[in-house]
C-alpha cells in the first residue's frame, strides 16, 4: 500500500510543489483514505488507502466497474456520508485548505456548495418534485450567495445551461422537463453557488448518447467560463478522452492506476484499465463479439489476496496471489499498481472506439 510519502512524492513528481496539508497547488488532496462499512469482522472496506488531488482549474476523471468505490471516494469529500454506518478508519481531505474529516459541522455546512457542489447520476431522484426548478435554485443561491438571490440570476443561470425559455421554465416542475433538461437544472443549481470544484457523479448515465454529448459539452464550457475545478465520476472511456486532464482508475476500493489522460489512454499500465479500454467498441473493426471483463468486481467482505484484480487478469501470474502490489512509477506523472506493466502488450484506445 502507498505511504502518506509516496503520495506526497507522486504530487511533487506530477506538480512539482509541495503536497502539504492546504498547499496552495491542490485544491483537493486526499491521502490515504480508507472508509468501511457496517459493524460484522470484518467489516466491509468501501475504499483502502486512496489518494487523489484535484489542482484549481482542472477536470480528473475517476473510472472504474460499479462497486469499486467511486462514489464512496466521491462522497466523501465533503463529508457525505453518514457516519454511522461509515467509518473513516485513516486518511485526511483537504479541500482548499480545510481538513474535512475533522472539521465540525457548522464548518462543512460552509464548505459545502460554497466550495464543493455535486452534480447525481440520476436528475429526477436529485430534484425535488414538489417544487419548481426556479424555487431549488433561488434555494441555493439564498443558502450561499444570498446578494444574488432574484429571479433575475435564476433566468440568467437557466439561460448559461442552454434550458430554452428561461423565465418560463423557471416555473416548471421537473416532471415537466426531459432527462436532459432535468440535468441541466441541477448543473444550475449546482454552479448557482459558485464553487470551486464540482463533482459529478455519473451525470451521463441515465441519458441517450446525443445527450450525453450535450451535458459533456456544457460542463466544458462551464469550466472555461467559470474557472472551477471538476471531479468527474464515470465508466466511459469515450468521455473521459473528451474531458480529462488526468485519470485514476480504481478498482476494488484502490487507486490501481493514475496519470495524465493522453498517457493512460495510448500507453496504459496496468491490466485493469487495459480491459476497460478493450472493451470500448471499436468502430473501425469488425468482431463478432464485443469484449466483456470476465465475472464481478469482488465483495468489499472478500477481497482475494495479493492483487485485487487477478482472479479476472487475462496475464495473472502466481506472484500475483501472493503479493499485495503498491504503486510504482511507470513514467512521468504515470503510476500503476502492476509490477510487470512494462512486459505485457497493453493495447492503447483506438481513435475509432465509440465515446
Known amino acids: 500500500m502507498p505511504a502518506d510519502s509516496t503520495c506526497q512524492s507522486r504530487a511533487r513528481v506530477l506538480y512539482g510543489a509541495s503536497s502539504s496539508p492546504g498547499a496552495a497547488s491542490s485544491l483537493l ?10 459493524s460484522s469482522n470484518p467489516p466491509a472496506r468501501a475504499i483502502e488507502d486512496v489518494c487523489l488531488t484535484v489542482q484549481h482549474g482542472e477536470t480528473v476523471c475517476l473510472v472504474g466497474e460499479s462497486g469499486s468505490g467511486k462514489s464512496v471516494t466521491a462522497l466523501s469529500i465533503a463529508r457525505l456520508l453518514s457516519s454511522p454506518p461509515a467509518r473513516y478508519v485513516q486518511g485526511e481531505i483537504w479541500l482548499d485548505g480545510h481538513e474535512i474529516l475533522g472539521s465540525p459541522e457548522i464548518v462543512l455546512r460552509r464548505l459545502r456548495g460554497r466550495i464543493v457542489s455535486y452534480v447525481f447520476q440520476e436528475p429526477s431522484a436529485s430534484l425535488n418534485p414538489v417544487r419548481t426548478i426556479g424555487s431549488q435554485i433561488l434555494e441555493a443561491l439564498k443558502l450561499h450567495q444570498p446578494s444574488l438571490a432574484t429571479r433575475e440570476e435564476v433566468v440568467r443561470l437557466l439561460t448559461i445551461v442552454g434550458i430554452p425559455s428561461p423565465e418560463t421554465r423557471a416555473g416548471d416542475y421537473p416532471h415537466q422537463m426531459s432527462g436532459g433538461m432535468q440535468q441541466r437544472a441541477a448543473i444550475a443549481m449546482a454552479i448557482a453557488s459558485r464553487p470551486k470544484l464540482l463533482v459529478a457523479d455519473e451525470p451521463t448515465t441515465a441519458l441517450d448518447v446525443t445527450v450525453q454529448a450535450q451535458i459533456i459539452d456544457l460542463m466544458r464550457e462551464l469550466q472555461a467560463r467559470l474557472g472551477m475545478a471538476i471531479l468527474l465520476i464515470t465508466h ?6 473528451e474531458i480529462a486532464n488526468r485519470v485514476a482508475v480504481i478498482y476494488a476500493g484502490q487507486i490501481v492506476e493514475s496519470a495524465p489522460c493522453s498517457e493512460l ?23 463478432n463479439r464485443l469484449h466483456a471483463i470476465p465475472c464481478q468486481v469482488p465483495s468489499p467482505f472478500n477481497r482475494p489476496k495479493g492483487c485485487r484484480f ?12 501472493q503479493n499485495p502490489p503498491m504503486l510504482i512509477p511507470a513514467g512521468l506523472g504515470h503510476w500503476t499498481r502492476c509490477p510487470w506493466h512494462d512486459r505485457l502488450p497493453l493495447a492503447p484506445l483506438s481513435t475509432d472506439s465509440k465515446a
Open 265 to 287: 489512454l495510448r500507453r496504459p499500465r496496468h491490466p485493469y484499465t487495459a480491459a476497460l479500454i478493450k472493451a470500448v467498441p471499436d468502430l473501425g473493426r469488425r468482431a
Open 236 to 241: 466511459n472511456l469515450g468521455i473521459v478522452r
Open 310 to 321: 487477478h482472479p479476472r487478469c487475462e496475464f495473472a501470474r502466481p506472484e500475483c496471489e
Open 29 to 38: 488532496d486526499i491521502k490515504n483514505l480508507t472508509i468501511e462499512f457496517g
